[in-house]
């Protein structure tokens, strides 16, 4: 696995990014958060959600690398300081439109690996957690997606909302 970073005072990961040519398929991943995942920021932003990876479904818009903010799917993530874990959810946009919904979410311990997959189907998206030992799975969500374009660019790990890194944070990653 390789260690993703967020420099403290930042927002974008040092995650390499990318086109994703695709007829269609599943984006796969692992993921362990340990305790230089932590993170406080003391105010509710706490719950803001970070972006951990996914892709955009096509190129289009371009206009200023917002496509991202269009047609895509990646996970978010966040700590929750009060029960020392993570929380994952489904985080996409459909036509500019942003949605999440914060009561479908895995909660993730330290140091274990979870597997991330994000399958695109014509008329929805399966977003699917599962703990890599026991193979348990602790999230599974479809969403009213509609994909055209199994094609776009691969989203790295962003820090914020609109706050930034408090302090060097960083993960293991590795893309399936």
């Avoid at 599943?26 to 509710?44: N, T």
């Avoid at 703990?131 to 055209?148: A, C, M, N, P, R």
């Amino acid at each position: 696995m390789k260690l993703i970073k967020i420099k403290e005072g930042q927002h974008l990961s040092n995650q390499m990014t990318g086109i994703r040519f695709l007829t269609n398929g599943a984006i796969e991943f692992d993921v362990m958060f340990g305790k230089q995942s932590r993170y406080v920021l003391g105010d509710g932003d706490q719950y803001d959600w970070n972006k951990l990876y996914g892709c955009s479904w096509g190129f289009f818009p371009l206009i200023d690398s917002f496509q991202m903010h269009y047609n895509s799917s990646r996970f978010g993530w966040r700590y929750i300081p009060d029960t020392g874990t993570y929380e994952l959810t489904p985080y996409y946009y459909i036509k500019g439109e942003r949605k999440f919904n914060s009561s479908i979410k895995a909660v993730l311990n330290e140091n274990e690996v979870y597997n991330c997959t994000i399958t695109p189907l014509c008329d929805h998206v399966i977003y699917r957690v599962t703990h890599k030992d026991t193979g348990s799975q602790i999230l599974y969500f479809e969403s009213e997606e509609k994909v055209v374009d199994y094609n776009g660019f691969l989203a790295p790990g962003y820090f914020g909302g609109n706050k930034r890194a408090p302090r060097n944070v960083s993960y293991l990653f590795i893309r399936l």
